[in-house]
């Protein structure tokens, strides 16, 4: 075992904590914990500025947003997605009585494959929810032009796509909604936190008000809504954040430049990249272990293990295998082939701006058996 600290998949990104006293002040001194306060209203304004967006709301969490997103777009019946993803793709549609239809992702950038879609649409269909995995985006012109054809609503969980950016444009503009994550472990965090997309004052109204049980005002309430609101002490954190998001991007960017540098032409080594036009934000670096390499993906992560280097298996299993997913017809491996070989291949390295060039040289190392 290394006597080296452990390093992890990822680290948050903190600030100096005596440059957020004086927000906790401001909230203590005017004592507005939530519903909307002075914070959320500041964080909604300077994130649509820095995003590239016209509608945001935010919310306690993704996994909220994703659920209060499916149902403000009235979403029933069978969604066509991803089994290559965080659990809460799937659950928050499990939760709305939704039938996810799971279907095979693109080989190179493992996002849902536009070449897979048409075949799973049955009348039963209603919507889209593809990842931008990794914070790779999609082929959004492809799935659009299949929505558009079956008139279907697209809703992109954008959880790894902060400031994620397709042809120069904001890859979070892209669909009906798109959702993000603000979680500690992701590129811009609020401790806990996330947002949805919109395309228009009015849906960002109906999303608003789902978001806080219904109420439209003290004594009215026109849907069955949910509690997502984002606290003050969450926004007035992000405000802080979003000063140092540049040189953070900038510090992932240069941990994943190392990485691809050192690791071309290794044997049995594959790093996950964008497709052309994409541009990641560098929220993972994961590679695929494949054959040609020395050792199993399992044999390297328990070695890296072994000397205090904590990669993660992201996404093993599929989320197609769980109990929960694993009785539905599209859930069969032999539905999900390239899937179902990434789960067993994949590796996320550790990669946050923190990380130290030394320990960054150390895993490079190990992988490459210098």
């Not at 939704?98 to 950038?109: E, G, K």
């Amino acid at each position: 075992m290394s006597k080296h600290q452990p390093i992890y998949v990822t680290q948050p990104e903190l600030p100096p904590l005596d440059e957020f006293m004086p927000y906790l002040q401001q909230i203590w001194d005017n004592r507005q914990l939530t519903n909307g306060g002075p914070f959320h209203q500041q964080l909604e304004a300077a994130l649509c500025r820095h995003l590239g967006v016209e509608y945001i709301s935010l919310f306690t969490n993704g996994t909220l947003a994703l659920l209060t997103a499916l149902q403000a777009l009235r979403i029933t019946g069978e969604v066509i997605t991803t089994p290559y993803s965080f659990v809460a793709t799937s659950h928050s549609l499990l939760w709305n009585g939704i039938t996810p239809v799971f279907v095979d992702v693109d080989p190179v950038n493992l996002n849902l494959d536009p070449a897979r879609i048409e075949s799973a649409i049955t009348p039963r269909t209603t919507a889209i929810m593809p990842v931008h995995c990794y914070g790779q985006p999609c082929d959004t012109r492809a799935i659009q032009a299949i929505a558009d054809n079956y008139n279907l609503k697209v809703i992109y969980d954008a959880a790894h796509a902060f400031g994620v950016e397709q042809d120069g444009q904001s890859v979070l503009n892209c669909g009906d909604l798109s959702v993000l994550s603000f979680h500690a472990t992701k590129v811009f965090n609020t401790f806990e936190g996330g947002a949805i997309i919109s395309p228009d004052a009015r849906t960002k109204q109906r999303i608003d008000r789902l978001k806080n049980f219904g109420f439209v005002d003290e004594t009215t309430v026109v849907a069955a809504g949910i509690n997502g609101k984002m606290s003050e002490i969450n926004a007035a954190f992000g405000l802080l954040q979003l000063k140092g998001i540049d040189a953070a991007m900038e510090g992932r960017r240069a941990v994943a430049r190392r990485y691809t540098e050192a690791f071309a032409g290794l044997a049995g080594i594959t790093c996950v990249r964008p497709a052309d036009g994409g541009a990641s934000n560098h929220s993972y670096f994961p590679i695929l272990v494949g054959p040609d390499y020395p050792e199993s993906r399992d044999a390297l992560y328990a070695r890296l293990k072994e000397h205090g280097i904590a990669g993660r298996r992201y996404f093993y299993p599929l989320i197609s295998s769980f109990p929960m997913y694993r009785g539905l017809q599209s859930a069969a491996e032999g539905n999900l082939p390239v899937a179902s070989r990434a789960a067993e291949q994949v590796l996320c390295l550790p990669i946050y701006p923190a990380l130290a060039d030394s320990d960054q040289q150390r895993i490079i190392d190990l992988v490459t058996g210098a």
